[in-house]
C-alpha cells in the first residue's frame, strides 16, 4: 500500500434553520481525532431551501497526513461490521473518479456513534491518489473501511 493512498478528505454538512450550527459542527468534530480538532476550520455558506427556509452549508477539506490517517482510523474502529458489509456489496455505487463518497448520520456522530445513513447525512468523500476502481477497493480493505 502506498505511504499516502488518500490524497485529501473532503467534508460537508448541512445546518438547517431547525438545527444549532455548534452542535451539527460537533457532530463533524466526533468523526475527527481528538487532538485535532483545533486544525479543522469549517467553511461556511448561507443556502436558501426549497421554501425559502435558510440552510448553512458547512464544508472543510482536510490534506494533512496526521489528521487524515486519525479520521480514518476512527471511522474504520467504530464502524458497525454491517455497514462495512453494506458499504462492501454497494461498493461501486459509492465509487466515482477516484473518490469513494460515505454518508454518516448526524444525529448519531453527534451522540458519538459512526454510522452510515441516506437522510441529512455528513458527506464524506476520500480523493485517492489512485482512480482504477480495484485498487482504491483494496486500499479500504487495507485501512480498514471494508471487511
Do not use: W
Not at 36 to 43: A, G, S, W
Not at 72 to 94: A, G, P, Q, T, Y
Not at 114 to 143: N, W, Y
Amino acid at each position: 500500500m502506498p505511504k499516502n493512498p488518500i490524497a485529501y478528505v473532503e467534508i460537508r454538512v448541512f445546518a438547517h434553520a431547525t438545527e444549532d450550527e455548534n452542535k451539527v459542527i460537533k457532530a463533524v468534530q466526533n468523526l475527527l481525532p481528538e487532538d485535532h480538532l483545533d486544525e479543522v476550520t469549517f467553511r461556511k455558506t448561507n443556502l436558501k431551501g426549497h421554501h425559502g427556509n435558510p440552510i448553512l452549508l458547512l464544508q472543510t477539506r482536510i490534506k494533512k497526513k496526521e489528521i487524515l490517517n486519525g479520521l480514518i482510523e476512527k471511522i474504520s474502529k467504530n464502524l458497525s461490521e454491517i455497514d462495512k458489509e453494506v458499504l462492501k456489496r454497494e461498493f461501486d455505487r459509492h465509487l466515482e473518479k477516484g473518490s469513494v463518497f460515505l454518508r454518516f448520520d448526524k444525529q448519531a456522530a453527534f451522540e458519538g456513534e459512526i454510522k452510515t445513513c441516506s437522510a441529512d447525512p455528513i458527506h464524506v468523500r476520500l480523493k485517492f491518489r489512485k482512480e482504477r476502481g480495484k485498487e482504491i477497493f483494496q486500499i479500504c480493505k487495507e485501512i480498514g473501511l471494508l471487511p
